[in-house]
């Protein structure tokens, strides 16, 4: 059983940081990719930004320069580092993870953090 869970969400003004978290635990063998979607209200999910093993990482244009994605593979965790938000930024954050067990690789997916960008 393997699982994310993210936190770090909250309200924030226009010009705003936050920084997300999500830790991966269970019976992990590894993970290769990370990274963090984005919901937001009738629209479709989409990539905010990946991570490899390696550190390369790979963002949408809407966020870069904005936003940093890191992982600490000691701790199985990814972060993102939101800065200079907008409002329309607004949406629900999910991470996910490429990772391998004893028995299968697949991604797994976190429950959501909102992320709200109001004055």
């Known amino acids: 059983q393997v699982q994310l869970v993210e936190s770090g969400g909250g309200l924030v003004q226009p010009g705003g940081s936050l920084r997300l978290s999500c830790a991966a635990s269970g019976s992990i063998f590894s993970i290769s990719a990370m990274g963090w979607y984005r919901q937001a209200p009738g629209k479709q999910r989409e990539l905010v930004a990946a991570i490899t093993s390696g550190g390369n990482t790979n963002y949408a244009d809407s966020v870069k320069g904005r936003f940093t994605i890191s992982r600490d593979n000691a701790e199985n965790t990814v972060y993102l580092q939101l800065n200079s938000l907008k409002p329309e930024d607004t949406a629900v954050y999910y991470c996910?993870?490429?990772?391998?067990?004893?028995?299968?690789?697949?991604?797994?997916w976190g429950q959501g953090t909102q992320v709200t960008v109001s004055s």
């Open positions: 996910s993870a490429d990772v391998s067990t004893r028995t299968r690789t697949r991604a797994y």
